[in-house]
């Protein structure tokens, strides 16, 4: 691309200037879910390009927009009209996501709505490296590594 933009310069040529390329889906993606409060300047405008170059991502953004406010404010008795909305859109993907989220809309409408939080959910795995080892143990390894057994 490069190339040929210099190649057209050479000969004489007027051509537009080569457009950036656009981000990573992952770093578009995070600048979906960030809130536009905590954005850089240079994620803004990252965004703002992304949005201009892809219409249909600029209606995406609106919506996962509105859900996250949804989340944060805790509005769960907005969640039948932002479900409606993007069962209009022409979204398939978020539709789908909306969909799951009717089959049990009492519970999402609570956990939207109920400031309480339940906290980890899945357990952190334990390692046997972090904890203490004490020679009982390590007598205990030895023998069950030895083929004996303890009475």
Not at 21 to 32: E, G, I, M, S, Y
Not at 110 to 116: N, Y
């Amino acid at each position: 691309m490069v190339n040929r933009y210099i190649r057209q310069l050479k000969q004489g040529i007027e051509a537009a200037p080569p457009t950036p390329a656009l981000p990573k889906p992952r770093r578009a993606l995070r600048w979906v879910m960030m809130h536009p409060d905590r954005s850089r300047p240079h994620e803004v405008i990252g965004l703002k390009a992304v949005r201009a170059a892809r219409p249909e991502l600029d209606t995406a953004v609106e919506y996962v927009r509105t859900f996250a406010n949804l989340m944060h404010d805790r509005r769960g008795q907005g969640l039948l009209d932002w479900v409606e909305q993007v069962h209009d859109s022409d979204l398939p993907s978020l539709q789908q996501f909306a969909r799951g989220l009717l089959r049990d809309q009492d519970a999402v409408v609570a956990g939207l709505s109920s400031t309480w939080s339940s906290g980890q959910v899945e357990p952190q795995p334990r390692r046997i490296d972090e904890q203490p080892r004490t020679s009982d143990a390590i007598q205990l390894d030895s023998k069950i590594f030895c083929g004996t057994t303890l009475r």
